[in-house]
């Protein structure tokens, strides 16, 4: 990575935990790791993912390759007692050199941090045999929608999504995940859209998903405010954002991200 827009707190490595707890019945609704047993998973940071996909696929062997040395000592500590299940690898993603070959790749929330995707996607189709199987999981914040006028809240994710262009990432790289696939030289490429739709039909659910959503977004003010991108003002105007949000039954709230497989001829 690049540079990552979060930021290597103690608090964000707490927030990562959580968010792959909530999100991963979304996030492996779809993912069947059931016929492999050697996995690559790029972009590990502090082993949130790894940790679903040990307790999902119990015959999996995975290599978690992070380029922070910071991640992977919270990955190590997270993931006590699968110590003969895993392996380490501070690597850069986009110069990947392993003298071994998997049958399965996974990548979730990495992307987005990388200023070359692509060269990262042909590296790790370098170290794939015939018929492995490949999910990436990516943002899509040019879907985020409110209404009816949360102008803060719009405001803030438009000035993070250009700080993170600024920065080498992709705020958006999820709607490309197909054509990256594509040209990379992978097979049978598919891609789903899932995320959240909250409107008057589903306030309890709105009102259990905000908070996440909330220290989502909280998370890059540091960085924001550091850098210019936000002040004081617009994070109190996000603050209250998310409680009219959380009150009005009216309110709506939508996000997508996507989903890829694909193989490897």
Known sequence: MDSYLHGFSAEEQNRLQEQADILAPMVFKRVDFSTSTKLLEVGSG?????LQLLTRFPHLHITCVDRSSKQLKEAK??????ESRLSFLEQDGCKLAIDERFDAAFVCWTLEHVSEPRQ???RLREHLIPGSKVYLTEVFNASFYVSPGYDGLEKYLANM???QKKIGGHPDIGIELGNLLVETGFANVETVFDGFYFDKRKTESKKKYLPYWKELLKSASHNLLNFGYCDSQLLIEVENDFEKLAEDE????????????????
């Open 161 to 163: 999504s250009a700080y």
């Open 120 to 122: 990262l996607l042909a």
């Open 46 to 50: 502090v082993g949130a993912q790894t």
């Open 250 to 265: 009216n309110a709506i709230f939508f996000y997508q991200f996507v989903q890829a497989k694909a193989t490897i001829h």
């Open 77 to 82: 500590k997270a993931l006590i007692g699968f």
